[in-house]
């Protein structure tokens, strides 16, 4: 199967508001750890957000970047947490659109930027920020080695990497190459992995939120005028890459000094 446009499936994704059909979804697998008011559209948890604000280790001021931040939310809730300045990089410019919305909303305007990038691409200076972010976007990158050099490239010495991402046990069909293991590239790339836990309950929930998004294909290609059918093509192949992870992990390193 050929490699998907990530660009385009993100960037028609992401027009238009946050899905209703995806909160009630979430909310009704995940409950309380829902982060309902950030309009994320990844598996992070209330718990894992809390968490990160412990393990960034951001003072007010610092500059922190989310990679493949989608709308925003998980990067501007962490720099609302630590009064940092933020930046969000995307491949998709409405993502971006809406991401800027957000930081306004959150009252973050004069200190979060969103530009267009990409994870070997973040036209970030060398060693500019505290700490960056990725939040289950890490998986879309073509060469995950490259990519974290560059997410160690832009890191200050001391800094750190929080980042939630997965591991394969089996290369899917049609998506980029993924790694069983990302500690040693990580270790390569100039970072001390010092946290790399499988997060709680991760397969058991995604299942449920992937069966419920087919059961509710209709409501779900209604909102926002897209073709059912196609749709629910992208649905079953999302559901199938289930079956070829080995875990979904939460990691927490440094960039070496
Ligand atoms: C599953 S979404 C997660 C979005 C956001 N982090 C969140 O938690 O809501 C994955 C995100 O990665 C972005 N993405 C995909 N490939 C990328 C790449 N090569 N570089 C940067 N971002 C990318 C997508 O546009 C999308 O916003």
Redesign the pocket.
């Given at each position: 199967m050929v490699d998907k446009n990530?660009?385009k499936i993100?960037?028609d994704?992401?027009r238009g508001p946050a899905s209703p059909g995806h909160h009630r979804i979430w909310s009704a697998v995940y409950g309380d750890e829902y982060p309902a008011a950030?309009?994320?559209?990844?598996y992070?948890t209330v718990s894992e957000l809390d968490r990160m604000a412990e393990d960034c280790l951001l003072s007010a001021g610092d500059r922190l970047a989310?990679?493949?931040?989608?709308?925003?939310?998980?990067?501007i809730w962490l720099a609302a947490r630590r009064d940092a300045e933020l930046i969000g990089?995307?491949?998709?410019a409405t993502?971006l659109e809406a991401a800027c919305e957000k930081a306004s909303a959150f009252g973050l305007a004069d200190r979060a930027t969103f530009q267009l990038?990409?994870?070997?691409d973040t036209n970030i200076a060398t060693g500019s920020l505290q700490a960056v972010m990725?939040?289950?976007?890490l998986l879309?990158?073509?060469d995950k080695a490259e990519?974290l050099a560059e997410l160690a490239r832009i890191t200050a010495p001391g800094g750190r990497l929080l980042m939630t991402t997965w591991d394969y046990h089996t290369q899917p069909d049609g998506r980029p190459p993924q790694l069983s293991d990302h500690r040693p590239v990580l270790e390569a790339a100039g970072f001390s992995v010092l946290t790399y836990a499988e997060t709680d309950q991760w397969r058991e929930r995604q299942y449920r939120t992937n069966v419920l998004m087919i059961e509710s294909v209709e409501e779900l290609a209604a909102e926002d005028g897209r073709d059912p059918a196609e749709l629910l093509i992208g649905l079953k192949e999302m559901l199938a890459t289930n079956d070829c992870m080995s875990r979904r992990v939460y990691v927490v390193a440094e960039h070496r000094r």
């Open positions: 990530w660009t993100f960037t994704g992401f950030l309009d994320t559209h990844s992070i989310d990679i493949g931040c989608g709308r925003g939310g998980p990067g990089i995307d491949i998709a993502a990038g990409s994870f070997t990725s939040i289950d976007a879309f990158a073509a990519a």
